[in-house]
């Protein structure tokens, strides 16, 4: 079984920075792809950026040029530092992975989520 913890959230102000981590325990051979999603009160989930273990980047338009995703394969973590922050982020943010626990099985896993609220 694979874990994956959260952390980073919090309360910052519009225009404010946070950086959030999820770093990944357990029975890991390798990690293909790592995903932030996020959802708001009321709404659904959506994704937000994502990496794959190929250094390929995607990200949603409403975080393009303020939001950077990055891994750190040792540390089987991935980080996403948000910039300029409006309180439309206010959301809860969800890490995904889709992990190898041998070469031949994938599955995928989330984190419990971190709340981020942005005040304006």
């Known amino acids: 079984q694979v874990q994956l913890v959260e952390s980073g959230g919090g309360l910052v102000q519009a225009g404010g920075s946070l950086r959030l981590s999820c770093v990944a325990s357990g029975s890991i051979f390798s990690i293909d792809i790592m995903q932030w999603y996020r959802q708001a009160p009321g709404k659904q989930r959506e994704l937000v950026a994502g990496i794959t273990s190929g250094g390929r980047l995607n990200y949603a338009d409403s975080v393009k040029g303020r939001f950077v995703i990055s891994r750190d394969n040792a540390k089987n973590t991935v980080y996403l530092q948000m910039d300029s922050l409006k309180p439309e982020d206010t959301a809860v943010y969800y890490c995904?992975?889709?992990?190898?626990?041998?070469?031949?099985?994938?599955?995928?896993?989330w984190g419990q989520g971190t709340l981020v609220t942005v005040s304006s």
């Open positions: 995904r992975m889709v992990v190898r626990t041998t070469a031949a099985n994938l599955f995928q896993f």
